[in-house]
Structures are given as structure tokens and as C-alpha cells.
């Protein structure tokens, strides 16, 4: 049977404190598969050598290239790739070097879109650079409603309130079950999920609480997935309370088929030893 990996990116997910009052994932019985998940990874160093608080564009360069994204641009940057970190994830990006070793790849995450081949440059995230330089476009509104893509809250909740969708709700579960056929289909798939960083820098406790139950309902159907789920973040924001920044705590590092890869250590690590372990 021909090896499947389905990648899961949690944005803002991180290992923290033991303290409840911190940490809403100290009590891990609350959330049962997060904490599943959490109990089986490992910490990985997000911070990368570099001084300051780790960023989503530096961070997710680095997981999906292999490279050292901090330190090559000489420190953390947040949000969006600037034109030379967003070169960098071009010519370097993991699903180019699956499809240069013949294995068929997706991105996904659905974009509200009907050109798919042409995202506004200005909100182009580093998932977004890597998708268009490898696969020439994106998931839309079709696959959307063919239900052959997840929406990036899980639910459809936020492009019903702000992108005019008009077709029915699902539940993180029926998400989970739509993922789980995408990923069916390809050899490598990628999901980012990134609403755990948004509710971490709002600090509002009811809405960090929400979206990590949403997320919990959605892994109780991935671990139906039979191939290797990778699950990891870029660093850490919602599991520290106290602050609305990001954190420099490691990062889980969850693999469903752990002895089918060597140890790792840091995010930039991941991306050649996805390549590795197609061979």
C-alpha cells in the first residue's frame, strides 16, 4: 500500500505551562484528542538560534523549506513573507521537492475564490507562496462546495459572515471526514489551521476556549487517517494566557508512525525529513 502523510499546521500552538490558569491545554482531559495528540509529541525548538520572539512568515518558511528562515533574513518576521523570504519559499518549498521525486501533493485549505491561480499578492501567506510556485493554484469555491477542500475555520462560519457564502454549516467533524478524502487522493497534503494564533493574540478566554473545542472535535475523525499524520506549529501564542504575543516555548511535534522517523529537534528539520521519508 502505497505511504500517505497528511500534515496538519496548527498556527500558535504551544507547549506551556502545567498551570490551568496559564496553559487552557494544562488540563488535557478537557480536550480529549488534542490531548491524545499532545501526550505522543515531542517539543521542537521554534526559535531557531535566532533572539526574539518567533513569527509566522519566518516560522513557516522554515517548516516548509528546511531552511533556517530566521536566521537567513537575520531575525523574526512576522505575518506575511516580504519579497526575499517569499523567494526563498518558491524555490524551495517541500511540495517541489515531492513533485520533483513524482508524488502528487495538495494544499487543503479552500480559498473563497474563483481564480484560483491568482491570490492578492498582499495576502499571500507563506502556505499561500508555496501552493502557488508548486501547484500554479489554489483550492475555490468549487471544491469548497464538493466538499474536496476545508474552510480555514473549519465550520464555513467566517465566510458566511464575511465572504457572502451562502451554503449550508458543517461541523469540525464533517471536516475532519472531508480532509481525510482529500488526503486519500495524494500522497502529501497540507492543512493550516490558524485560528488558534488569531484567539491567542485577541486573549479572550471564551474564545480560545471555542476554538480549541472546535479543534478537538475536528481530530476525533483524523485519527481514522490511515497513513502518517504529522501534526506541528510555527510557535507558540495560545497555550500562554498571561500574554497576547507569541511565546518562545517549543512546539509539539506529533507523528502518528513516530519510528518511521528519525528524532527531530526543530521546525526547520521537518521538511527534509518528509522528503526522506518518501525516499
Known amino acids: 500500500m502505497k505511504q500517505k502523510v497528511l500534515f496538519v499546521f496548527i498556527d500558535g500552538f504551544g507547549l506551556g505551562s502545567d498551570d490551568p490558569a496559564v496553559n487552557p491545554l494544562a488540563d488535557r482531559s478537557y480536550f480529549p ?20 520572539l518567533p513569527q509566522s512568515a519566518t516560522g513557516q518558511a522554515a517548516l516548509l523549506t528546511g531552511l533556517n528562515a530566521p536566521k537567513l533574513m537575520g531575525r523574526h518576521i512576522e505575518g506575511f ?17 515531492l513533485l520533483r521525486a513524482g508524488k502528487a501533493c495538495t ?23 508555496a501552493t502557488l510556485a508548486a501547484l500554479g ?38 471536516a475532519g471526514k472531508h480532509l481525510i478524502d482529500v488526503a486519500n487522493d495524494h500522497d502529501f497534503t497540507l492543512f493550516e489551521f490558524f ?19 472546535k479543534l478537538d472535535c475536528f481530530f476525533s475523525e483524523l485519527w481514522s487517517f490511515d497513513g502518517q499524520l504529522i501534526v506541528t506549529s510555527d510557535h507558540g501564542n495560545i497555550e500562554d494566557m498571561t500574554v497576547r504575543s507569541h511565546t518562545v516555548n ?21 521538511a527534509p525529513a ?3 521519508f518518501f525516499g
Open 33 to 52: 484528542n488534542l490531548g491524545k495528540m499532545l501526550n505522543s509529541s515531542v517539543p521542537l525548538d521554534a526559535q531557531l538560534g535566532v533572539p526574539g
Open 81 to 97: 513573507p516580504p519579497p526575499r523570504l517569499k523567494t526563498l519559499v518558491q524555490e524551495h518549498n517541500v511540495f517541489s521537492g
Open 107 to 129: 494544499f487543503a485549505n479552500a480559498y473563497w475564490l474563483d481564480d484560483v491561480a491568482h491570490i492578492p499578492p498582499r495576502r499571500e501567506s507563506v502556505t499561500t507562496v
Open 137 to 174: 493554484g489554489v483550492r475555490g469555491k468549487a471544491d469548497l462546495l464538493a466538499n474536496r477542500a476545508v474552510c480555514h475555520d473549519l465550520t464555513r462560519e467566517k465566510i458566511r459572515a464575511e465572504r457572502g457564502y451562502d451554503g449550508p454549516l458543517i461541523t469540525p467533524e464533517e
Open 195 to 213: 485560528q488558534t494564533d488569531h484567539a491567542g493574540h485577541r486573549g479572550d478566554k471564551h474564545l480560545v476556549f471555542k476554538t480549541l473545542e
Open 250 to 270: 517549543p512546539v509539539p511535534l506529533y507523528l502518528s508512525q513516530p519510528d518511521r522517523f528519525r528524532p527531530l529537534e526543530r521546525i526547520d528539520q521537518l
Open 274 to 276: 518528509i522528503l526522506k
